[in-house]
Nanobody, 126 residues
Framework: QVHLVESGGGLVQAGGSLRLSCLAS????????MGWFRQAPGKERVFVGG????????DYADSVKGRFTISRDNAKNTVYLQMNSLKPDDTGVFYC???????????????????WGQGTQVTVSS
């Protein structure tokens, strides 16, 4: 079992930055790949990016490449999502997620994840 808690969301103007954090507990953190997802109002949840167990490998959705960076601190059981050059289209609830399997690389779709945080709201104003 993995328990995830996101923080760091808020209201920001277009072009601004935010850093989200996701604190994990309940399982050896370094044994799980992690993912970030966004759900915009009235839309399905979509993959934003993910990071491998060691942190050596990351994957990003095309829409955020070059603007978002995922990192992790296994000593602090925390994964981060640094978001720069934010756009109004980035608005939504952001979730971190973890798979139950010991896959090294992060799954690229939500059906690869079994544990989810409660989400944190990010609103980007134009």
């Amino acid at each position: 079992q993995v328990h995830l808690v996101e923080s760091g969301g808020g209201l920001v103007q277009a072009g601004g930055s935010l850093r989200l954090s996701c604190l994990a507990s309940g399982r050896t953190f370094s044994s799980v790949a992690m993912g970030w997802f966004r759900q915009a109002p009235g839309k399905e949840r979509v993959f934003v990016g993910g990071i491998s167990r060691s942190g050596a490998t990351t994957d990003y959705a095309d829409s955020v490449k070059g603007r978002f960076t995922i990192s992790r601190d296994n000593a602090k059981n925390t994964v981060y999502l640094q978001m720069n050059s934010l756009k109004p289209d980035d608005t939504g609830v952001f979730y971190c997620a973890a798979p139950s399997s010991g896959t090294y690389y992060p799954p690229l779709s939500d059906d690869g994840y079994d544990y989810w945080g409660q989400g944190t709201q990010v609103t980007v104003s134009s």
